[in-house]
């Protein structure tokens, strides 16, 4: 695969950046995902559009699989241990271990998309681990089994956000190429799935089909659904993988806070309040070093690519001096 498959787009107007990751962060505060139909609502709603010519992308064919190739298994992977992960962690821990998806997105970033960070990136990025471990300080049961699925799903997550970037840049997918054919590939071991745990049968035999306002109610559910995943694939394009995850982690820390005052579930502690703070803190200090800063040709989000640019030269050199 070329260099240029993966090739980030040049110069997105801040606005765009700032717009989409809000988006995204709106999406995800009024959806809960699941999974098998909201991936039926994307399939016939990219499909529908591609019909009308609203969106293009590249009909299916053999090149597809491997074009998409490994973002469904990322996403199984991902959505497997995320269900496994929560049933024994408790609020406070699955807070603090998920915010190490940010971590290991930015080391995804820098080795398969060859991506470098200023140091106050990385600064505010270590500011909300570190106010994760500073929350979950006061609850720090173990659980051997919880801990390992959590940080597979962190593993699975960060890795999905970075082949999700990847796969923007080649050529004939495109953000809807992404969504329609992720979706078409999982839809049927996700229906399977659903079949296998029970929660197929339920929904059929479910009562309330016949009523007028659950099916309102079911569709909306579908279509933002749809939505949700659009603006993670949006995010991502006008951003990077690392913004969409920090983006996300500051979206449970406002929910978080939005804990403290509705809902009653929340145990309020001054260390776990303390930790949010500083979680948050580096959060919007991430926010504003990257949606303030002025775009520039070939620096990506503020970060230096002389290098890249300077093996480069240094090979079309090389090739001139052999004759090539």
């Not at 080649?170 to 996700?190: D, R």
């Not at 009523?211 to 579908?222: D, G, K, P, Q, R």
Request: proline share 3%; charged share 15%; hydrophobic share 50%.
């Amino acid at each position: 695969m070329s260099a240029n498959t993966c090739q980030e787009p040049v110069d997105q107007p801040a606005l765009l950046k700032l717009l989409s990751a809000v988006f995204y962060a709106g999406s995800s505060l009024l959806i809960t995902v699941d999974a098998p139909r909201h991936m039926i609502t994307t399939l016939v709603v990219l499909y529908a559009a591609k019909r009308s010519k609203t969106v293009q992308f590249q009909d299916f064919d053999r090149s597809i699989l491997l074009k998409i190739f490994p973002l469904p298994l990322l996403y199984v992977g991902n959505h497997i241990t995320g269900l496994a992960s929560t049933k024994k962690l408790s609020l406070p821990m699955f807070t603090v271990l998920r915010k190490f998806t940010i971590l290991m997105t930015m080391i995804l970033e820098a080795y398969i998309l060859k991506k470098t960070f200023p140091k106050r990136l990385i600064y505010s990025v270590v500011t909300m681990v570190l106010g994760a471990l500073v929350a979950a300080s006061s609850d720090l049961a173990f659980d051997l089994e919880a801990y390992t699925f959590i940080l597979l799903n962190d593993a699975f997550t960060a890795a999905n956000g970075v082949y999700t970037k990847k796969k923007l840049g080649i050529e004939g997918l495109g953000k809807y190429g992404v969504l329609f054919y992720n979706a078409l590939i999982i839809v049927i071991p996700t229906i399977l799935a659903s079949a296998y745990t029970g929660d197929l049968h339920k929904a059929v035999t479910f009562e309330d089909w016949v009523e007028a306002t659950f099916i309102i109610c079911f569709l909306m559910s579908c279509f933002m659904g749809f939505v949700l995943m659009y603006s993670i694939v949006l995010c991502s394009y006008y951003n990077s993988a690392l913004t969409t995850t920090v983006v996300g982690a500051i979206k449970n820390v406002a929910v978080a806070y939005i804990g403290i005052f509705v809902g009653g579930d929340y145990l309020f502690s001054w260390t776990n309040f303390l930790g949010l703070g500083i979680c948050m803190s580096g959060g919007l200090v991430y926010s504003y070093l990257i949606f303030s800063s002025k775009p520039s040709t070939g620096n990506k989000e503020g970060a230096p690519e002389l290098r890249i640019h300077i093996a480069e030269d240094s090979i079309k050199k090389s090739s001139y001096l052999n004759g090539q």
